[in-house]
């Protein structure tokens, strides 16, 4: 079992960058991949960001390649989301997600534990 809790979340201009941050407790944190994901009212969850348990590799969703950077650090059972460049459209709760293993997917599916999610509300 795996709990997480998100924090950093807020209220930013457009343009403007937000660092979301995931906080694992309970089982060992390096055996589990962690991706992000968001939902915007009346919207389906999406993927955002994957990184797999050692933090070799990731993955991101296309409209936020070059702008959003995740990184995993075992050591402090954390996962951090760093946002840059947010804008309107990125207005939703974001939420932290982990599943055993390392592969990364980005279905919502694959994975087992999720956080209570955060708001990040992007201003135009």
């Known amino acids: 079992q795996v709990q997480l809790v998100e924090s950093g979340g807020g209220l930013v201009q457009a343009g403007g960058s937000l660092r979301l941050s995931c906080a694992a407790s309970?089982?060992?944190?390096?055996?589990?991949?962690t991706g992000w994901f968001r939902q915007a009212p009346g919207k389906e969850r999406e993927f955002v960001a994957a990184?797999?348990?050692?933090?070799?590799?990731?993955a991101y969703a296309d409209s936020v390649k070059g702008r959003f950077t995740i990184s995993k650090d075992n050591a402090s059972n954390t996962v951090n989301l760093h946002m840059t460049r947010l804008n309107p459209e990125e207005t939703a709760v974001y939420y932290c997600?982990?599943?055993?293993?390392?592969?990364?997917?980005?279905?919502?599916?694959?994975?087992?534990?999720w956080g209570q999610g955060t708001q990040v509300t992007v201003s135009s």
């Open positions: 997600a982990a599943r055993y293993g390392s592969t990364l997917y980005s279905g919502p599916e694959k994975y087992q534990y």
């Open positions: 309970g089982r060992t944190f390096s055996s589990y991949a």
């Open positions: 990184i797999t348990r050692y933090g070799g590799s990731t």
